[in-house]
């Protein structure tokens, strides 16, 4: 790789940086709603809603195709949150 190229590729690298890091703030803010959301459960089973989930990816590919992105992206990213989430509800899960 010629300097320039890696010059460059260091840049792109620490405007990925910086963008990671917004996504952190970001997944923070989402684990605390879905904290909320956790509270109101009164059963464990209530954890897993297939019909919102549907929903959820559904909307995802209408927006990633809308702002021309790769909806297969989209669609694992989320899938892997989605399921990272209930994971994380069912180990916080707490009956009352």
Not at 65 to 74: A, E, G, Q, S, V
């Amino acid at each position: 790789m010629s300097p320039l190229k890696r010059k460059k590729l260091s840049k792109i690298r620490l405007e990925l940086d910086k963008l990671d890091n917004s996504l952190i703030h970001i997944i923070k803010r989402r684990t605390n709603l879905v904290k909320k959301v956790l509270k109101l459960k009164e059963k464990k089973n209530q954890i897993v809603d297939q019909k919102r989930i549907k929903l959820i990816l559904r909307n995802i590919k209408k927006k990633s195709l809308k702002n021309n992105i790769d909806p297969k992206i989209t669609n694992r990213i989320w899938k892997n949150m989605i399921w990272s989430y209930i994971d994380f509800e069912k180990r916080n899960f707490k009956k009352k």
